[in-house]
């Protein structure tokens, strides 16, 4: 579900001899006492007294690594009135895809301390840094570092005088990389950055189009058919639903605004009922129409939710003077069952109010599964009864000096153990409340309990537990425990870590599961909300783990397996068995379904024969480097399959190369019409480049599938703002994708034809965003921060063409070189301005977006 990273054989002196001149300044300072006690600091530079900058020095391509490496430089300033002493002291900081480790000129020592987290300290012969000075600190990533999330992150100081108290460096920034020789992508293949020009041009695949001819409802309807005519509203309707739909009614009479008159005996009427849809067996199907007044049936209260989000699309955006509506005969149902957006929590906590946030987004939008990421290697964000030390251990993040305390720091949220981002998890009682929230919008939550890998958060608290009863002397101290201590497997996750594996050689391990799974069934027991299935997780099980346990090899011994693939096998049969106690069926990454092997000496995935027939249902990540058609093979094969790919679905991909804009890149850059041009049964049409000699969906195979998710992990999402900055608007392409029908395009065979088809519909779709949808958040202050792309730019015989990837969305523009606001020039047209142009998009309520620029002389 994420990446393995691949390291470049480059050796440690290869990079030393490419460092840069210079290194570390050496100066004299004091010497630093070792008595424990923050007192002792007092003489010594403390981290609110230190700058810290990051600068990418170049790209480097050598024989030993061809794929590319980073050169890259910490400058450390002392802004205080005390030195850095010449020994004594740690810096750490976060990396997120690890760097060369070993010792840096000017007697410094660079060390991996686990997972993302290193460190620097001083060796012997550094000389330390006085008030006033700058330490140069040159050091290499293996890797090309393309995207400034993968720069260090979260730094703090730490005293051996005072192990436990970490000092968090504020002053920190990433130097901007602008630069050739830090651009530079040598033969590697990588993209290379966007200009303003690229944009245009991919823009200029899309048509403005007047708000008359576009779709009145989002996402697309099955149905529509409009007579002419007009339902004026002058009054508040008045809401007739059975008891059965309060929910809805509320949310029927919450659609209208406050300031018409209160409903009268001549008010048109809202009915809404539960009735058959014909022509539809889906649960979610509704009909919609408006006459002289407006009826609302749906096979089931879902259908009746969905058919009020399509007459809020039919009202005029906000602050019209009157309210009318389009006489029309509405007939819908979803394409698939399964509409999900997955929410990852582990590796950045984020409050109750921004899950509501985002509940009530997916609802607008018509999604119904809130697939819940809550236990990672990073933090585990749920209270579990009888098992404390799964949250005031594995759900805190901080510096301490003594294992077993809580979560090392992760993803730069620093030493401080109150850091909103790295500590924090639901209690009983909010996950109650968020499951009744989700509820009443038709939406059901799939908790994701991580295992057998990605769980180190419980693992360590677990490892914790057991010491802390081993030496208050009770008997059943390993009851719960994950890992077995004498297990000297060598391996390491994508992540980086070594210990961070469910051992399936231990029956505490299924105690441990057991216990959980019965704790997360009992919260929806007490919600009054029915569970169906938890997912697993199962992927990204290093090489390597298990193999040299001693519990894990008792087991297979006593088992009669013959290898950790079978043990795998073992493990999740032991897992499912637990969830049938439950009436449950498993959920889980496609290794779930997954097992290795090798064709013609070549690694393949193929379909785990040995689950085939239990249900499971495989969510599909990878479809990338030969595994492109793993998801039709395994619904081929009779998994109930959802479609998360990589290069489509996943939310944490930045939109494009250019090193600032957020997000990761290791599966590839998803734009908005990336996301728009999936076609789910045959996503292997539109490949580019075209795959040849993979396996296409079976009639069996489509039955299959259950429908499409869109996945958000937070390796880089601290905020809710950013959350919203990469969800929307491509959330909404996805929603298009997952309710309504293939598009014509998608399944014309001529690709002249197809050409055409996709036009027209690509410029329906971005001009109803930028006319409908997206207006309509800003004018209810619905509190979504969406991304505002930058514009595109292009010269044309000295006029600067300018467009966006919103048509229509309000421009405004610079040319002397300042940052446009909403007191700039309006774009009505081509700039025929001389000097530096700089344009940007705003939204309905002036918030502004990424500056495009481009020099007019």
Request: glycine share 8%; charged share 20%.
């Amino acid at each position: 579900m994420r990446k393995q990273i691949k390291y470049s054989g480059i050796a440690l002196a290869s990079w030393l001899m490419m460092a840069m001149a210079g290194g570390a300044v050496a100066l004299a300072a004091p010497e630093a006492k070792t008595t424990a006690g923050q007192g002792v600091l007092a003489g010594y530079a403390n981290g609110a007294q230190i700058s810290l900058r990051w600068e990418l020095v170049r790209t480097v391509f050598t024989p030993e690594a061809p794929g590319g490496g980073t050169q890259a430089r910490l400058i450390l300033s002392n802004l205080g009135q005390r030195p850095l002493p010449a020994r004594g002291w740690t810096l750490y900081f976060n990396v997120m895809d690890g760097v060369a480790t070993g010792p840096l000129d000017g007697n410094l020592l660079l060390e991996q301390v686990a997972g993302n987290l290193y460190c620097i300290r001083p060796a012997p012969g550094f000389a330390g840094v006085p008030a006033g000075q700058t330490l140069s600190i040159a050091y290499y990533h293996p890797d090309l570092v393309i995207k400034l999330a993968k720069a260090p992150a979260g730094p703090y100081l730490v005293y051996d005088a005072a192990p436990d108290v970490g000092q968090a460096i504020a002053d920190y920034q990433l130097l901007p990389v602008t630069r050739p020789e830090q651009l530079d992508k040598g033969s590697s293949g990588a993209k290379p950055v966007v200009t303003a020009q690229d944009i245009y041009r991919r823009n200029a695949k899309a048509d403005w189009m007047p708000a008359a001819a576009l779709p009145p409802v989002f996402p697309t309807p099955q149905h529509l058919q409009t007579s002419g005519g007009k339902l004026q509203l002058v009054a508040l309707p008045k809401v007739v639903a059975p008891v059965a739909l309060k929910t809805e009614a509320a949310i029927a009479r919450s659609l209208f605004p406050a300031s018409l008159p209160a409903a009268g005996p001549n008010a048109p009427t809202l009915r809404l009922s539960v009735g058959a849809v014909a022509g539809s067996t889906s649960p979610e199907a509704y009909t919609l129409t408006i006459k002289n007044g407006i009826d609302i049936v749906g096979n089931s209260a879902a259908g009746v939710a969905y058919g009020l989000q399509s007459l809020r699309d039919l009202l005029p955006l906000p602050g019209v003077a009157s309210i009318e509506l389009p006489e029309v005969t509405i007939s819908d149902a979803p394409r698939f069952e399964y509409r999900g957006f997955q929410l990852d929590v582990g590796r950045n906590f984020h409050t109750k109010q921004t899950v509501f946030k985002l509940l009530d987004l997916m609802a607008r939008y018509k999604l119904n599964k809130f697939h819940f990421h809550l236990t990672e290697d990073e933090g585990w964000r749920l209270e579990i009864a009888g098992l404390p030390e799964l949250t005031s251990i594995g759900a805190v993040r901080g510096h301490s000096a003594k294992p077993g305390v809580r979560m090392q720091p992760a993803y730069g949220s620093g030493p401080d153990p109150l850091d909103a981002s790295g500590s924090g998890y639901y209690t009983r009682a909010e996950y109650i409340e968020i499951l009744c929230y989700a509820a009443a919008r038709h939406i059901e939550v799939i908790p994701e309990i991580e295992m057998p890998g990605h769980a180190r958060a419980a693992v360590k608290s677990m490892e914790a537990r057991y010491h802390r009863l081993k030496a208050e002397g009770k008997s059943d101290a390993a009851r719960y425990l994950l890992n077995d201590l004498a297990d000297k497997s060598v391996y390491k996750s994508a992540q980086l870590y070594n210990d961070h594996v469910i051992n399936p050689g231990l029956e505490s391990s299924f105690t441990f599961i057991d216990h959980v799974i019965t704790q997360v069934a009992g919260m929806y027991k007490e919600a009054g909300v029915p569970l169906h299935t938890i997912h697993v997780g199962g992927d990204e099980l290093p090489g390597g783990a298990w193999e040299q346990s001693p519990a894990s090899r008792t087991v297979m011994q006593k088992k009669k397996l013959e290898s950790t693939a079978e043990l795998w096998d073992y493990f999740y049969d032991r897992v499912d068995a637990i969830l049938r106690k439950h009436c449950l069926y498993a959920s889980g990454w496609e290794e779930l379904a997954a097992r290795g092997t090798k064709v013609h000496g070549e690694h393949k995935l193929i379909p785990n024969p040995h689950f085939t027939q239990r249900g499971f249902s495989a969510y599909v990540w990878n479809n990338t480097e030969g595994a492109e058609d793993f998801a039709y093979r395994l619904a081929n094969a009779g998994y109930d399959v959802v479609l998360a790919p990589v290069t489509k679905m996943y939310m944490d991909m930045a939109y494009n190369a250019n090193p600032d804009e957020p997000g990761v890149n290791w599966g590839d850059y998803v734009e908005l019409d990336t996301v728009y041009d999936f076609i789910p049964l045959d996503y292997l049409k539109n490949a580019n480049p075209p795959l040849v000699g993979k396996d296409s969906l079976t009639d069996y195979g489509k039955r299959r599938v259950r429908g499409l998710e869109a996945t958000l992990f937070t390796e880089t999402v601290r905020t809710p703002e950013r959350i919203d900055y990469l969800i929307m608007p491509r959330l909404l392409a996805m929603a298009e994708r997952s309710w309504a029908p293939d598009p014509d395009w998608a399944t014309e065979p001529d690709a002249g034809k197809a050409a055409a088809l996709h036009r027209s519909a690509w410029s329906g779709f971005v001009n109803t965003l930028s006319q409908r949808v997206l207006p309509r958040l800003d004018l209810e202050h619905a509190g979504v921060d969406y991304r505002i792309a930058p514009p595109g730019l292009l010269l044309d015989g000295g006029r600067v063409l300018v467009n966006h990837v919103l048509p229509g969305i309000a421009m405004r523009y610079t040319s002397d070189g300042s940052e446009p606001n909403t007191s700039s020039k309006p774009v009505n047209g081509p700039i025929s301005d001389k000097g530096q142009i700089k344009v940007a998009a705003f939204d309905r309520n002036g918030r502004v977006g990424a500056v495009s620029h481009i020099d007019n002389h």
